[in-house]
């Protein structure tokens, strides 16, 4: 039987608010990433998904950088417009927001220096909430009905 379009997107965000409880927060990106190709997820969709959570507010991204020279830390920002124009890491090199952002735009060097990170607002936390209660019952469930079985009792 064939699922409609809308059955297959509820079914991801379901899938994926599970997953992302089951990593715990925050959640990094490329950890996503990886978890996408291993289960065939095309990463558009889960993208796709990611930004909808963020939209419905129950999710917030937040970059976090590191110095292109020591890869101390240099960071954690919401958007680039809230990065200072100068940043000095704890090694007391400077890196301004301009050459930070060319480094981004370089696929082969940006994973190098940020991280991005997905973390539940305070909607988001009920939200996820319930996906962690599930889990538990289910878990529970599985426990008592393994212990019914064996021969202990």
């Not at 990433?33 to 959570?53: G, M, S």
């Not at 919401?78 to 090694?91: A, G, Q, S, T």
Request: hydrophobic share 35%.
């Amino acid at each position: 039987m064939m699922t409609s379009p809308n059955e297959n997107k509820d079914g991801l965000m379901s899938l994926l608010a599970s997953v992302l409880v089951d990593l715990g927060f925050p959640v990094i990106y490329s950890n996503l990433v990886y978890w996408a190709k291993v289960y065939n997820i095309p990463l558009d969709d889960v993208d796709e998904a990611l930004r909808t959570l963020k939209e419905e507010g129950l999710l917030e991204i937040k970059y976090v950088f590191r110095c292109p020279k020591c890869g101390s830390p240099l960071g954690e920002y919401k958007h680039i417009h809230d990065v200072p124009e100068i940043l000095v890491c704890p090694n007391s090199h400077e890196i301004s927001k301009k050459e930070l952002v060319s480094i981004i735009q370089d696929p082969d060097e940006a994973d190098r220096i940020v991280t991005i990170l997905w973390y539940p607002t305070d909607k988001g936390k009920r939200f996820f909430r319930t996906f962690q209660k599930r889990k538990e019952k289910i878990l529970q469930r599985r426990i008592v009905e393994t212990i019914s079985k064996s021969s202990f009792c």
